[in-house]
C-alpha cells in the first residue's frame, strides 16, 4: 500500500457521515434537500486541505479538480444522495474513497501529477426525490430526456425545475454540463454491490463487467367482470388467472436465459372486489440482461408467454413499455487493470455485471472508457439502514481501488505516447 494512502481515514470519515446526516431509520441524504446540501459543504470541508478546484456545473454536480501536467483526465465519480432511510455506503463510499486518492495523489506528486485527476459528486443518482436516476450524470452524458424531466414533481408538488432553482441551477441548462467531459480519459467508480454474489462466493471485491440493460413494460389481461358466487368456473373470463401464470413462467425465462433476472414488481386489479371475477389485472414486468440479444430474447419470450396464458384463459392482453435502456459494457482493458489491482490487493477477483445502473453507465454511454469496482455487502442489502460491509473489505477497497487509479494513470499515459 503507498504509505501516504489511509484506508482507516475513509472509514473514519464515512462513519462521521453517518453520524452527520443519518438517524435511526438510517441515511437521509436525499437529493436536493436541505441534508443534502449540508452533506455536499461538509465534503467541500474536507477537500480544503487539497490544493484543489472545486465547482457545480450546470445540472448540479460537484466537480473537484486536481490540476495535472497533462489536460488529459482520469474521473473518479460517487454520489452522495440517498434514498430516505438508506445504508450509509451506498454512493458516499465511492466519493470519500475518491477523496483519499487525490490526498495520495497530491502527496506522491507534490501537487502536480503527470494527468489531470478529478473527483465528481453526481446531483442525484438515486431519484428518490422526483422518481428520476441517474439525473445529474445523465445531464452530463446528453441523455436526459429533459422534456420528461421538466414535468416530474415530488410527494409535495415542487417540480423538479423549482427545486434545482433553489440550489442555483438553471434546469433548461443542465445539458450544458456535457462540457465538463470534454477531456475525460478514463472513468472510475468503486460500489458496494448491493447484492449476495460476493458474499455468496466468499470474495471481498469484484470487477465490474458493466450494467444490465433494462425492459420494463406494463402487461394487462382484460377479461371480464362476473359474479364470484353464480359463474361456474370454466365460464370465466378470469384476467388474474392469466397474470398469474406469468408470474411462474418468468422465472424459467430468467433461468433460460443464463444471467439474466425477471420481476413481477406490481398487481392491480379491477374491481378488485371480493365479490367479482377479475375484469382487469396490470402487472408490472422488469427483465436485465447485459447481453442484448438475450434481453430481447427473455422479452420475446415473455410476449409469447403472455399471448399463450390469454388465449388459454380467453382473455386479452395488452403490452405497455415504462422504460428501457441498452446494456452498457465497460471498457476491457480497464476491468484487466481492475482485476490486476484486486489481485494485487487479496489475492483473488470474481468478474461480474451489475444488475442496478450507476452513474458510471451514463458515462459509459458518453463514450469514456470506464469501469467499477465492488466490494461485498453483508446481508446482500442495500437501500436499507442494514446495509453494511466489513471494515476491513472497506479497508481493501480505498487499497485496491487507489492501484486501479494508478494502473489507469499509467495507462492513460501510454494512450497519449
Known amino acids: 500500500m503507498n504509505p501516504s494512502l489511509n484506508p482507516k481515514r475513509t472509514v473514519a470519515e464515512l462513519k462521521e457521515l453517518r453520524a ?3 438517524d435511526e431509520h438510517g441515511a437521509q441524504r436525499v437529493a436536493f434537500t436541505p441534508m443534502w446540501t449540508k452533506t455536499r459543504a461538509w465534503l467541500q470541508k474536507k477537500l480544503e486541505t487539497l ?6 456545473d450546470a445540472a448540479g454536480n460537484l466537480w473537484t479538480t486536481l490540476r495535472g501536467e497533462s489536460e488529459k483526465s482520469l474521473l473518479i465519480g460517487g454520489h452522495m444522495d440517498s434514498v430516505p432511510n438508506g445504508g450509509w455506503l451506498d454512493g458516499c463510499l465511492n466519493v470519500l474513497a475518491g477523496v483519499e486518492i487525490l490526498r495520495r495523489i497530491h502527496s506522491q506528486y507534490n501537487r502536480r501529477p ?8 453526481w446531483a442525484d443518482e438515486e431519484g428518490a426525490r422526483f422518481g428520476k436516476s441517474l439525473f445529474g450524470s445523465s445531464a452530463c452524458s446528453g441523455n436526459l430526456d429533459v422534456n420528461e424531466a421538466r414535468g416530474l414533481q415530488d410527494k409535495h408538488g415542487i417540480s423538479l425545475p423549482d427545486a434545482l432553482r433553489e440550489i442555483g441551477v438553471d434546469f433548461e441548462r443542465v445539458k450544458d454540463s456535457s462540457q465538463e467531459l470534454k477531456n475525460a480519459a478514463a472513468y472510475l467508480e468503486l460500489h458496494i454491490e448491493q447484492g449476495p454474489v460476493l458474499l455468496d462466493l466468499g470474495l471481498p471485491l469484484g470487477a465490474v463487467l458493466g450494467t444490465f440493460g433494462v425492459e420494463r413494460h406494463a402487461i394487462t389481461f382484460h377479461g371480464q367482470a362476473a359474479h364470484s358466487g353464480s359463474t361456474p368456473m370454466n365460464r370465466r373470463k378470469d384476467a388474474f388467472l392469466a397474470a398469474a401464470k406469468m408470474s411462474f413462467e418468468i422465472y424459467k425465462i430468467a433461468e433460460r436465459s443464463g444471467n439474466g433476472v425477471c420481476t413481477i414488481g406490481a398487481c392491480t386489479t379491477k374491481p378488485g372486489i371480493v365479490t367479482s371475477v377479475v375484469e382487469e389485472c396490470r402487472i408490472t414486468l422488469d427483465q436485465r440482461h447485459l447481453d442484448p440479444v438475450a434481453l430481447a430474447k427473455m422479452l420475446a419470450e415473455a ?3 403472455g399471448e399463450k396464458f390469454a388465449r388459454e384463459g380467453s382473455v386479452k392482453v395488452s403490452w405497455e413499455r415504462l422504460w428501457q435502456i441498452a446494456p452498457r459494457p465497460f471498457n476491457g482493458e480497464l476491468i484487466a487493470l481492475c482485476e490486476e489491482a484486486i489481485r494485487e490487493t487479496c489475492g483473488q477477483t ?3 455485471p451489475s444488475g442496478p445502473l450507476h452513474d458510471a453507465a451514463e458515462v459509459a ?9 465492488f466490494v461485498q455487502s453483508l446481508h446482500g442489502i442495500s437501500h436499507n439502514k442494514i446495509e453494511d460491509t466489513k471494515e476491513d473489505h472497506l479497508e481493501l477497497c480505498v487499497t485496491a481501488f487507489d492501484k486501479l487509479a494508478g494502473k489507469t494513470m499509467q495507462w492513460i499515459q501510454s494512450r497519449q505516447s
Open 114 to 121: 503527470p494527468i489531470t485527476v478529478r473527483l465528481v459528486d
Open 20 to 22: 452527520l446526516t443519518g
Open 365 to 373: 454511454a458518453a463514450g469514456i472508457p470506464t469501469v467499477m469496482m
Open 303 to 305: 410476449k409469447t408467454a
Open 51 to 56: 490544493p484543489v478546484e472545486s465547482h457545480t
Open 350 to 352: 470474481h468478474r461480474l
